[in-house]
């Protein structure tokens, strides 16, 4: 490979919350990690590889001028987006249709202030990402949740009829879509997306898509909500980032395509009242060196990283631990582990499988708040050679 996928950097006093918030005081482990273990991080979304080369180097260029004062962003921001769409997912656009974003969710709580009001319920998928919840928490919505339901292969999917009954019963006008999903892995096929699209048209709902996970699809093929059809582009705000796929999460960074005038007006009003949403200069030229052929050609040798190690943990768990119920990652690196029937076999509680693993510093997170008890949230983002590792460090005693 050209690019290196199996050194880890010593992220320990660099800033980095994967390493060092679960032994801070905050008490995310609960009781440290035993003598002699190092910390495998594999709970928070945040890969543990190097980023792409040309982001170090578009930010070192900038960084090199030594003024950071206002500024404007530049023609290429614009462009790149533009041609990463149509490069990666044959959808085109214009440079009107985008808005920067201080955060996906930033996004979220500006579209939520537009389109929303407290006390009001939303619509989602469960599981549901926590930071969904924990945003809508914040701004005192409530919550409407259909769970997936998984198939005769295995493969959860959406129930389109517990959908529109929720849509209906909860009088529904605002819905998020989370696609490729987060935490259960799936990448929606256009017939699903075309049935969900449907219903939101059908019941007169404004449809928020999060899709910061769309470039890492390692099954199937990422279509845009905006690709569906006519009707979907009227009634859709897509949410976009680099962030997740080249580990830019601490420069913050995300953008909105919206091509309805009437919800884009109403989503940059909300969003300039807070009047700090507002791009950081390096992030406007990581998201440019990210969105680059290097950078592409970086995240083609991610993917069939990703693959392998979504390959490693997916054959070991079925052959180690079939009692494990999971669905297997077509997109994300994240695998959300169902233990139910695991820990009755082997006589422990959730809470007590999770210290295992944190005392032998393989970090990993409680799945429970995304919505389904006695689960795990497994972040494969990192060297197979880690993986491999943590799977030692388990096996022991």
Same mark, same amino acid.
């Given at each position: ?172 006008? #605002?819905?998020? !879509? @989370?696609?490729? /999903? *987060? ?5 929606? &096929?256009? %017939?699903?997306?075309?049935? #969900?699209?449907? !219903? @939101?048209?059908? /019941? *007169? ?5 999060? &899709?910061? %996970? ?11 909500? *905006? ?171």
């Amino acid at each position: 490979m050209k690019y290196d996928f199996t050194t880890v950097l010593n992220r320990v006093g660099n800033d980095a919350i994967a390493v060092e918030f679960p032994t801070s005081p905050r008490g995310f482990q609960p009781e440290g990690t035993k003598d002699g273990y190092s910390v495998i991080p594999m709970w928070v979304a945040d890969m543990n590889f190097m980023t792409a080369p040309s982001i170090v180097e578009a930010i070192q260029k900038r960084a090199a001028h030594a003024s950071f004062g206002y500024f404007s962003p530049r023609p290429e921001y614009y462009d790149s987006i533009i041609s990463w769409q149509k490069r990666r997912f044959g959808i085109d656009i214009t440079k009107e249709l985008i808005g920067y974003e201080n955060g996906v969710l930033g996004a979220l709580s500006s579209a939520l202030t537009a389109f929303t009001e407290p006390g009001e319920k939303v619509f989602l998928h469960g599981p549901s990402y926590i930071g969904f919840l924990h945003t809508l928490s914040d701004m005192g919505r409530e919550t409407s949740i259909s769970e997936l339901v998984r198939d005769e292969n295995g493969i959860s999917r959406m129930d389109y009829e517990d959908i529109e009954k929720h849509f209906v019963e909860d009088n529904i006008r #605002f819905a998020i !879509l @989370c696609s490729p /999903h *987060n935490p259960a892995g799936r990448v929606w &096929e256009r %017939w699903e997306l075309e049935k #969900f699209v449907e !219903l @939101c048209v059908k /019941h *007169n709902v404004t449809l928020f898509s999060d &899709e910061i %996970w769309c470039d890492l699809v390692l099954e199937g093929k990422h279509i845009p909500t *905006n690709a569906v059809s006519e009707d979907a582009r009227k009634i859709t705000i897509a949410a976009y980032a680099p962030t997740k796929t080249f580990s830019l999460a601490g420069l913050v960074g995300s953008y909105h395509v919206i091509f309805n005038e009437e919800l884009r007006k109403k989503v940059e009003k909300a969003a300039s009242m807070t009047h700090y949403n507002g791009m950081n200069v390096l992030s406007q030229h990581a998201l440019i060196g990210a969105y680059s052929k290097e950078g592409e050609e970086w995240l083609e040798e991610l993917l069939e990283v990703l693959r392998g190690n979504v390959d490693f943990a997916c054959n070991y768990l079925k052959e180690h631990c079939p009692a494990i119920k999971f669905d297997r990652p077509q997109g994300t690196y994240m695998l959300y582990l169902d233990c139910g029937d695991f820990l009755k076999e082997i006589n422990m509680d959730i809470k007590s499988l999770l210290k295992y693993g944190w005392e032998r510093g393989v970090i990993w997170q409680d799945g429970q708040p995304f919505g389904k008890a006695d689960s795990i949230r497994v972040n494969l983002g990192l060297p197979l050679w880690q993986i491999q590792e943590a799977v030692k460090r388990l096996e022991k005693e």
